[in-house]
Each structure stands twice: as structure tokens, then as C-alpha cells.
């Protein structure tokens, strides 16, 4: 951690203005370097000084610097941004002059990662910081903030809070057997309250994987016979709206052909590029192969010729994608219709065509509709906010369950206890308490006991 | 006068720390303020119970004496938490105040290499950071290789009850006003701790008829894995319940700026686990009433212990408090409630060994520690004996880990995290108090105390029969089989369990918890100890869990081989916590898994740390 690193802290594209920070001992001296104006090492920290970017004196942009020092800064190193003029040329220009004068570029995530290293954050606020840079699309920018402000924190303690004062009961009669007066808390009353806890984990996990998903994009699919107008109505979408962000790598190369966003959604297109070339999914790969991407796919487009009757492979994906989240779109709506629409009313349907754009406004409305941002986001936000905390979560369920099942055995309550403190120490990773007193404390604030 | 080990201080520490030494051949003195006071139970007339009786049979696991010592002293035996499982089922013995302390002063003065004598310490020899003897009171120096402090509450003690404050040790005795300073001077972190006892009433005085009758377990019990009984199970005695009531509890209230605590008299911090009676009337308002128990103290005279009502109330309010209780209406207290302040040294400038960090050759053990009760203070005492003995003998230390003994989780306890109150082993504090079961200490323990030589050829024999006992029965059972005949089903069925439908082992069916080992002596005859049927059938039946919970000490002990060098320098680990720095550089973890067990220690810092190790590693 010795040297110092430079990224485009900005979405690249977006915005009148980008910033490229610099983290690192050196980020100010190199700053110093490319910039004319003040003498930034002299500059005292937390100011803004306003100048140019030159290279070797060729001038890059005009910028606003900001130099903030060590330790009260972001990454608790001394930190420079430079505000330039968004757009990718210059934005890059500036990067590599940055990087040209010593600074190497930042791996994703490697400020959060210096800032937890450094101290500045806890385990959790740094995944929400990772979390706010993968994210896309406002609604997850909120939860993971909330996230950063001890969120998921907040829910996983007063969680365990709950089930500290079962385990504490079950400890206090353990470790002081004569109190008669403390009452002995029976196996009934911890089935039922093993009961609840489970009940209400099993929530916060649901929703957190409902928002996980959401998070990687609705897997979209869409999905006709031949020359019903699938290309066109892709493309159109992907005309229709410009904010497609990338076509995302890594693990869903393979699967994903691009990333549409509607309204904040993000829609990733369940690759059909052989398709296209191959002119035909269900000539080339049949069936069975159409059947495996629906199973796959969390949205599903079943785009129809209105101008023809339905055909038996129409009748075939229509059933299929049945109990799927689906939109039936009949396409070429322009045109005679042929289509009995009355044996399609339980579906939502869309009308669209190429000659007018109405059809695929209803169809971005429709599509919303069914992934209700609005409703999600008054939901309380009680859920875990990656991958990592949602499957110790699940390990902690299992405990609970685990418990339960152990309890209906008619296992001794000592045998019990394992696995309910098992899931409560659990619990405590998502939060980064590793090893606490709790349960002592907790016993002696709520129990009288003693000589 | 030189001696090998010099142990100060004859309660329950000394007492196991001195016998340990002198045991392992040490010429060892035993140095005390009164030997009539030797093992004396100041407190209550009991030992053992939840954690605590775990203790006492790892204490004689190792070869140590307040097993066998309880169990020539028990007036009453019982066996607490039958009902809640194995792991935290532990023996609780009320035992005699006059027998226990007689049969410890004969054990310790029949022990060859061992001197006791009379003297109060008042400074240690020290040179270059290195225990040379200790002085006495009257200037008398005696020397020795090593010194072990077992001082219990007598340093700079002072008893309080009500405004009144006065230097001294229990039961009148002298306390010890210079070793705490000698300690302070000698670089040592010094607390104030507060503990108390409650009143005793003449046993005559109490109308017994408005107390609920508390009897013992009708078998006969033992600590010691002997299992010698030398007290008569059928003629034990018995304990009483009684509760304060709204009159207690106004006495206590009208009164509570007079009691000591309250009065704002102590300074020292007391322990949760032993509020005051006006402690609870405070904390607890809502409760009607508090439970509290009349104990005998001995058969030899007429105390009884008033167990719940430890109280720093002046005596009149005493006396009031007590006459509100059934049946002691009329009641005579025999010796008046009191707290005691006193100096004890920060644990977390020990070893895991009980030596300290900071004077070579220095062990102490006990309430010194921060500990409270006499079974931790034993504890203690013994694992201090031994490894100054070690240390003598240029060997090992012998540290017990977590999953092997609650010793070994209240060592460190201690030296890992310190105290903030006087610190009371609780089954709560152990991760894997599965392993850790009152029924398995010599399984646990034995090996060690036949290795560092506190324990017998023969009873090492014993144990290795024992071992072999439990593995040939497990065989038996796991090789003999029943089918799903018709009346075997229905004995099944009849007992409670579900028919079988294929051959089962006897192994496998004694698993189910509906089965215990009388099912299956239906179809099998073996003659084998109750102590080995015992530990198969524990191990039938919780085999998954012990398994779990040995995976989950595996873990722990991984993070354990990571060792963290002597040398190593905090303030050069840059982007350490600076906190975190502060409590490493303090305590000094010896391993990553102490390191990370400190409060104030992040994982992040962890995770620094181990990163710095391996380098360090890489450029040696």
C-alpha cells in the first residue's frame, strides 16, 4: 500500500463533470505535477484550487483540484480529486497524464479496500461501499447507503438482540439451577420463539435475495418464432433507451448480450445473439433448449405476429411461459389482425409495431409495472446487502432450524443451545463482532442472581 | 533459608499451588498469616455447581486435592442441571466449614518437601526483573527460584459495612498493606475489587417450620475420580428455602444511603453475578421478593449461612432486614454481613503459564488474579504449581486450551481480556462446553497430570482401562444388530420408540433419544462400569454435536499455531488501529486467535496483522 493509485471515481459518460481521485502518499506531489496554478503542496488540506492539467505543457482541461491530507480523508491516505470536463476523451487524458507522472491505475475497488485496511471503515460499511460501486441503478444506490450507515448493522443487531434474550434465558437457568424465582423457560416456549426468529430471518433473507437479483438485472428473455419481429423489438428497446451501460463481463459474458435500463431496472438480455445469426431458436436448438433459457429467465418476452394465427410452437411457449413472469407482445399491430385476444387474457398483453412508438412505451410500462420499484423501495429495507452476508445468513438459519428440529426430538436444552448460539455467533460475522460478551451481559442485566 | 518455590498465601490457590510443587519434589514453603486459616471457606459453605463443579474434577484430573478434600467434607451432595443435558451438568456440594480446612492442613503437612509456616510478606526480593525470595514483616529474607502469589482479597483489604471502614482480612485477620504497592512500584497494574458475604444466624434461632425443606441427592457422589466415599450419602444435611418480602425491601430502601455501596464508602468494583441484597431490592424494583437459602455451615458449630443476603447495611439495619424474614423473627446473627476492598493485580500482565510478564520466576494465582471463588482460585493454584515446577525444570509450561478444560477457558479469560468486575467462571464463557463435561475430565486431563507426575501409576492405569472399556463396549454395540422381528417391535413400541423396519445396530438405536442403555441391555448382556456405559451413551447420542463442536475447535486452534513472535512491535505495524495498537502492545497476544479475541482489536487489524506476520516470515 505503498504507492498510489488513480481512477475515474465518475461514471464514464455520464455527468458534465468527472473526477479522478488519487489515493496515496505521493497523490498530491504528482498532482503538483501536471497542475498549473497554486503550489498544491503547500495547499492546506480540505481546500479547492482552481488551474489547468498540462502535460509536459501541452494543456489538457481546465480543472478544479480538491487536496485533502492524511488521515481525514476517505481512504485515511492523502487524497486529490481533480474535477475536469466530463466526456471520455478528456476524462482519459487526464487519467493517463495522472498515470504518466507515477500514480498507478486503481483496481475496482481498491480505495474501499485501502480505506477498510486503513481502518476507516468496518467490514460491512466496505461491502456497502462495493456495493455502491456494482450497483446499478438508483434504488440500489439507497439501500447500499443506508448500508453505510450501519443499515444492515442495525437490522442483524437488533435481530440478535432478540435472540440473545432467549439464549440468556436458557444460560441464566443453566448457570444458576436453583432460582426459583427465575422462571424456567420451558421447551414449548422456545419452540415458539425459535419458531418466530426463523419466520422473521427467513423474511429479511427473501428480500435480500428479491434485491440481490434485482441488483445483477432481470434476466430477460425474449423469446418467438422466426420473423415475428424479435430482433426489431430488441433493437428498438435498445434504441428507445440510450442507457445501456455496458455489456457486462465476467461470469455472465456468456449469458447476458446486453443491459438495458428502463426507468432504473435493469434489464439484462438473455443472450440471443446466436439466434439472430442462426435466424431461428427453436428451428436450431429446439424445444428443449428454449425450455432451459425460460426456466433461467426472470422476465420473458413472448413476442407474437399478430398479423398470423397462433401456431402450434406459439401455442407451446405460451403455455410454458404460463406461471412465468411474462409479457405476450403482439407485434405488427399495424397490420390485420389475426389473433384471438380473448384466449389471452389472463397474460399481459402489449401491443406494439415498428410504425409508431406508442406499443413500446406500454411496454416499458408494463415491464416497470411488474417490477414495482416503488413498492420495494417503502418496503423497510430489512435486507442484507450482498452475497456474502445473505449466505451467512442462511448458514445462521439453518442453525435456527437445525434447533427446532433438535427441540422437537426432545433433545436436552444444552444440545439446543449449540445450535442457537451457533446461529447467533453467525449473525455476529455479518456485522464483524467476532468474539463479545454479550450473553453475559445480558444475563446479568436481566436476571437477579447471586449469593 | 532458601527454598526451591515460595508460595504466599493458604487459601485455595496456595493450598494447590504448594501441593503441586512439593508433589513434583520442589523444596517448597508455604508462607501464611495464621495456618489456622489454612483453606479456610470464607464465603459459602459450599463447592462445586454450574462450571464451577467442572472444575473441581479437572482439578482432580490433574492430581490436585479440592476434589478428594470436598468430597471428605460434604454435608450435602447434589447433582445440578440432570435434566438439561450433559454438558452442563456439573456436582454441587455443600461442604463442612471445620472438616474442609482440618483435612487440607493434614494433606498439606503430610506432604514430603513441603514447609508451612507463619509471616506476612511485605516486599518481594526482586533483581533485574527476576524474583530472588521474599521479606518478611520482621526483615526476614528468604530466598527462592520461584515465587508464587496467592494472596487472595488480603491485599490492602479493608471491611466495610455501613459508613464504618476499616484496614483488615477476613475473619479478622491481618491484611497485607506493602505487597500491593511493592507490585505497583514493580510496574504492576493495580485494581480495587469489592466482594461481600452475607450474615450468619444461630442455627437455634431459626423457626425452620416457615422454610422449604432442600435435600440432597439420594447417591453418592464424588468430585474425585476415586471415587472413595468418604462421607455417608444417607445421613446428609439439610438446606432451607426462604423469601424477603415487601418489608425486607422497604428496610432496604428507607435505609440504602447507610449501606456502604450506596452510602458512596466503595471504590472497588464489584462483581455482577453477586449483587447485594440491596443491589437487587435497586435493580431488580419490580420483583416482589428474592429467593434465599439457609445453609449449614458445619456440623461442629451453629452458623448458618443466609445465602442472597450479602448486605453492607450497617449492623442495626441488619438486624431489621433479618427479623423480616420468615422464620427468623426472632433470629440471632451470629457474624454481621460485610464488603471487602481489595487490591488485585490486571490478569492480562500474565502468561497463559500464570507467570508474569513482567518479573521472571513470579507466578500468582487466585483472587489475586481478579477471580472470585475458591474452585477458580484452585484452579489456578494448581496450573501455577505445576508450571513453576515446570519452569524449574527447564520444561514447557502447561497450558490447557479452551476446548480441554474450563481451566483453560478461564486462564485465558484472565490473560487475554482482563476483568472489569471479579471474574466468576460461568458455562456460558466456554464455546465447547460439550467437550467440556464434569463426566470426561479424566479423559481430558488425566494424561497431562501423569506426564508432569501429579498422578499415579495405578490411577493412570485405571484410566487407560477405562479408555479401553469405553472403545471395546462402543465395538460390542456397533457389531450386534436386531432385526424388525415381531416382538422386538413390539418391545419398541412399547418403550416408547418407533418400530424398525431393517436390522439396526444396538450403537445406532441407542442414538435415538427415546432409548437409554436399560433398553438395550434387553438384547445384549455386558457387565461393564457405569462410567464407561456412561460415556457410550453419551457419545451415542451427541456423537454429531461433539463432533461439531471438536470441527469448531479445530478452527480455533488453526488461528491458535499462529504464533505471534515475542519481539514483535506494534507502534512499526503501520495502519493498525491505533487502539487496537494500544491493547496489543499491552497484552501482548501470544497468538492470532488471542489477538483477535481482544475488544478493540478489529478484524481489519487482524487482518493487517497476519498479513505483517507472513512477511515477516517471507524476509526471514
Not at chain 1, 480540505?46 to 498540462?54: K, L
Not at chain 2, 495498537?581 to 481482544?598: D, G, H, N, V
Amino acid at each position: 500500500m505503498n504507492d498510489t493509485i488513480a481512477a475515474v471515481a465518475t461514471a464514464v459518460g455520464v455527468g458534465a463533470i468527472s473526477i479522478i481521485r488519487l489515493s496515496g502518499k505521493d497523490s498530491i506531489k504528482i498532482a503538483n505535477e501536471i497542475f498549473t496554478g497554486k503550489d498544491l503542496e503547500k495547499a492546506p488540506t480540505h481546500t479547492i484550487h482552481y488551474g489547468h492539467i498540462v502535460d509536459y505543457e501541452t494543456p489538457i482541461d481546465e480543472v478544479l483540484v480538491t487536496v485533502m491530507r492524511a488521515p481525514r480523508t476517505y481512504t485515511k491516505e492523502n487524497v486529490v480529486e481533480i474535477n475536469c470536463h466530463g466526456g471520455i476523451n478528456t476524462t482519459n487524458k487526464v487519467l493517463e497524464t495522472v498515470l504518466n507522472h507515477g500514480a498507478r491505475l486503481a483496481e475496482p475497488g481498491e480505495f474501499t479496500k485501502r480505506a477498510f485496511l486503513n481502518g476507516r471503515l468496518d467490514l460491512s460499511q466496505s461491502e456497502a461501499v462495493m456495493d455502491i460501486i456494482a450497483s446499478q441503478n438508483n434504488d440500489d444506490r439507497i439501500c447500499a447507503l443506508k448500508s453505510l450507515e450501519g443499515r444492515t448493522t442495525k437490522i442483524i443487531k437488533a435481530y440478535r438482540n432478540e435472540l440473545n434474550d432467549l439464549i440468556s434465558h436458557i444460560e441464566v437457568n443453566i448457570d444458576y439451577p436453583e432460582y426459583q424465582d427465575i422462571e424456567i423457560i420451558t421447551k414449548e416456549k422456545i419452540s415458539q420463539k425459535l419458531t418466530n426468529q426463523i419466520k422473521e430471518l427467513n423474511e429479511i433473507i427473501e428480500q435480500s435475495e428479491e434485491r440481490q437479483s434485482l441488483k445483477a438485472g432481470i434476466k430477460t428473455l425474449i423469446i418467438g418464432r422466426p420473423n415475428v419481429g424479435k430482433s426489431s423489438i430488441l433493437n428498438s428497446l435498445l434504441e428507445y433507451d440510450k442507457a445501456i451501460v455496458t455489456n457486462i463481463e465476467g461470469t455472465t459474458r456468456d449469458l447476458v448480450e446486453g443491459n438495458i435500463n428502463i426507468k432504473g431496472i435493469p434489464l439484462n438480455i438473455i443472450d440471443t445473439a446466436g439466434i439472430r445469426q442462426t435466424k431461428d431458436l427453436i428451428e436450431q436448438i429446439g424445444v428443449q433448449k428454449s425450455l432451459d433459457l425460460i426456466s433461467q429467465a426472470d422476465l420473458i418476452l413472448v413476442i407474437l405476429n399478430g398479423n398470423e394465427q397462433l401456431s402450434a410452437i406459439d401455442q407451446e411457449l405460451l403455455e410454458k411461459t404460463l406461471h412465468k413472469t411474462s409479457i405476450v407482445v403482439i407485434n405488427k399491430s399495424d397490420l390485420k389482425q389475426h389473433i384471438n385476444i380473448e384466449s389471452l387474457k389472463d397474460r399481459n398483453i402489449v401491443k406494439t409495431n415498428t410504425k409508431t412508438p406508442a406499443g413500446l412505451k406500454d411496454l416499458k410500462e408494463k415491464i416497470c409495472e411488474l417490477f414495482n420499484m416503488d413498492k420495494i423501495s417503502t418496503l423497510n429495507l430489512t435486507y442484507l446487502s450482498n452475497a456474502r452476508q445473505i449466505s451467512i445468513a442462511k448458514q445462521a438459519l439453518d442453525s435456527l432450524k437445525q434447533a427446532l428440529n433438535s427441540l422437537k426430538n426432545n433433545l436436552p436444552v444444552d444440545i439446543i443451545q449449540i445450535d442457537i448460539l451457533d446461529a447467533f455467533n453467525k449473525l455476529g460475522e455479518i456485522i464483524g463482532i467476532t468474539y463479545s460478551e454479550e450473553v453475559i451481559d445480558n444475563l446479568f442485566r436481566n436476571f437477579c442472581v447471586g449469593k | 533459608m532458601k527454598y526451591e518455590v515460595i508460595v504466599v498465601g493458604g487459601g485455595h490457590a496456595g493450598c494447590e499451588a504448594s501441593l503441586a510443587c512439593a508433589r513434583k519434589k520442589h523444596k517448597t514453603l508455604l508462607l501464611t498469616g495464621n495456618i489456622k486459616n489454612i483453606a479456610d471457606m470464607p464465603c459459602n459453605p459450599s463447592i462445586g455447581g454450574p462450571a464451577k463443579g467442572i472444575v473441581v474434577r479437572e482439578i482432580d484430573a490433574l492430581g490436585g486435592e479440592m476434589g478428594r478434600n470436598a468430597d471428605k467434607a460434604a454435608l450435602q451432595i447434589k447433582m445440578l442441571n440432570t435434566k438439561k443435558g450433559p454438558a452442563v451438568q456439573a456436582l454441587r456440594a455443600q461442604a463442612d466449614k471445620i472438616v474442609y480446612p482440618k483435612e487440607m492442613l493434614k494433606t498439606l503437612q503430610s506432604t514430603p518437601n513441603l514447609e508451612i509456616k507463619e509471616g506476612m510478606v511485605e516486599h518481594l526480593d526482586i533483581k533485574d526483573n527476576k524474583i530472588r525470595g521474599v521479606i518478611l514483616q520482621d526483615g526476614t529474607k528468604i530466598t527462592s527460584d520461584i515465587v508464587i502469589l496467592t494472596t487472595g482479597t488480603y491485599l490492602k483489604s479493608q471491611i466495610l459495612t455501613g459508613c464504618d471502614k476499616y484496614f483488615g482480612g477476613p475473619h479478622g485477620e491481618k491484611n497485607s498493606k506493602f505487597l500491593s504497592d511493592d507490585l505497583k512500584k514493580n510496574g504492576f497494574k493495580i485494581l480495587r475489587l469489592k466482594t461481600g458475604t452475607p450474615p450468619r444466624i444461630k442455627k437455634d434461632s431459626i423457626d425452620f417450620t416457615q422454610a422449604q425443606l432442600e435435600t440432597g441427592d439420594n447417591i453418592c457422589y464424588t468430585f474425585s475420580f476415586d471415587k472413595k466415599a468418604y462421607y455417608d450419602y444417607t445421613k446428609q444435611e439439610p438446606c432451607y428455602l426462604i423469601y424477603t418480602n415487601e418489608k425486607t425491601h422497604n428496610i432496604i430502601k428507607e435505609n440504602l444511603s447507610k449501606s456502604s455501596m450506596y452510602g458512596g464508602y466503595v471504590e472497588g468494583v464489584g462483581p455482577r453475578y453477586c449483587p447485594s441484597i440491596e443491589d437487587k431490592v435497586v435493580r431488580f424494583s419490580d420483583k416482589e421478593r428474592h429467593q434465599l437459602f439457609l445453609e449449614p455451615e458445619s456440623i461442629y458449630y451453629d452458623d448458618i449461612y443466609l445465602q442472597g443476603f450479602s448486605t453492607s447495611m450497617p449492623h442495626d439495619i441488619q438486624e431489621q432486614m433479618v427479623h423480616s424474614l420468615p422464620g427468623l423473627q426472632n433470629a440471632t446473627i451470629l457474624k454481621y454481613a460485610y464488603a471487602i476492598e481489595y487490591d488485585a493485580i490486571d490478569p492480562r500482565q500474565l502468561k497463559a503459564s500464570l507467570e508474569t510478564k513482567i518479573i521472571e520466576n513470579l507466578f500468582t494465582a487466585g483472587q489475586i488474579n481478579g477471580t472470585s471463588g475458591y474452585e477458580e482460585a484452585a484452579g489456578q493454584g494448581i496450573i501455577a504449581g505445576i508450571n513453576a515446577a515446570l519452569k524449574i525444570e527447564h520444561k514447557e509450561p502447561l497450558i490447557l486450551k479452551r476446548n480441554e478444560a474450563y481451566i483453560g477457558v478461564l486462564i485465558d479469560d484472565l490473560t487475554t481480556k482482563g476483568i472489569k468486575d471479579p471474574y466468576r467462571l460461568l458455562t456460558s464463557r466456554a464455546e465447547y462446553r460439550l467437550l467440556l463435561r464434569h463426566d470426561n475430565a479424566d479423559l481430558r486431563l488425566r494424561k497431562y497430570g501423569y506426564d508432569v507426575g501429579l498422578i499415579t501409576e495405578k490411577q493412570y492405569q485405571d484410566l487407560l482401562e477405562k479408555k479401553e472399556n469405553i472403545a471395546s463396549l462402543e465395538e460390542k454395540l456397533k457389531n450386534t444388530y436386531i432385526t424388525p422381528q415381531k416382538d422386538i417391535n413390539k418391545y419398541l413400541e412399547h418403550v416408547n420408540t418407533s418400530a424398525i423396519k431393517d436390522r439396526i445396530s444396538l450403537y445406532d438405536l441407542l442414538k435415538r433419544p427415546e432409548i437409554e442403555i436399560n433398553n438395550i441391555q434387553k438384547f445384549i448382556t455386558f457387565n461393564y462400569p457405569e462410567d464407561v456405559i456412561e460415556q457410550v451413551t453419551i457419545n451415542a447420542k451427541y456423537g454429531g454435536y461433539i463432533e461439531k463442536a471438536q470441527r469448531e475447535a479445530r478452527k480455533m486452534l488453526d488461528l491458535e499455531q499462529k504464533q505471534i513472535p515475542d519481539n514483535i512491535e506494534y507502534s512499526k505495524i503501520p495502519n493498525i488501529a491505533s487502539e487496537a495498537k494500544e491493547k496489543l502492545e499491552q497484552i501482548r497476544p501470544r497468538t492470532l486467535r488471542q489477538a483477535a479475541m481482544i475488544s478493540g482489536v478489529n478484524p481489519s487489524d487482524i487482518a493487517i496483522l497476519m498479513v505483517y506476520l507472513k512477511k515477516g516470515a517471507k524476509n526471514d
